[in-house]
């Protein structure tokens, strides 16, 4: 059974970064697509970014393009988000996600293309 549990979450000030990490049971995360999704209060959720095949394949929305980045640790089986320059409009609920198809090497963007799905993590950024 697949596990995903979140945490690095916090409230920072405009300008901070936060580092979060998604640890993963009962799966190699290499072999999947991971991706991080964040939902803001009476918003829907949004695709961050995704992850396959240990980063041959990446993937960022627009909004974080330049001040976040997804990474790796094959040894941790944890999928990292680097969050720099943050935005008051990056505060959000935070999800990692996997669909476990082994191998597929290329990630979907859609939330309701993800089976597995962490608790969440909070993030709160202050002007």
């Known amino acids: 059974q697949v596990q995903l549990v979140e945490s690095g979450g916090g409230s920072v000030q405009a300008g901070g970064s936060l580092r979060l990490s998604c640890a993963a049971s009962g799966y190699t995360l290499y072999r999947v697509c991971v991706g991080w999704f964040r939902q803001a209060p009476g918003a829907e959720r949004e695709g961050v970014a995704t992850i396959a095949r240990g980063g041959e394949s990446l993937y960022y929305a627009d909004s974080v393009k330049g001040r976040f980045t997804i990474s790796q640790d094959n040894a941790k089986n944890t999928v990292y988000l680097q969050m720099n320059s943050l935005k008051p409009e990056d505060t959000a609920m935070y999800y990692c996600?996997?669909?476990?198809?082994?191998?597929?090497?290329?990630?979907?963007?859609?939330?309701?293309?993800?089976?597995?799905w962490g608790q969440g993590t909070q993030v709160t950024v202050s002007s």
């Open positions: 996600a996997t669909d476990g198809v082994l191998d597929r090497g290329f990630c979907y963007r859609h939330p309701d293309q993800y089976t597995y």
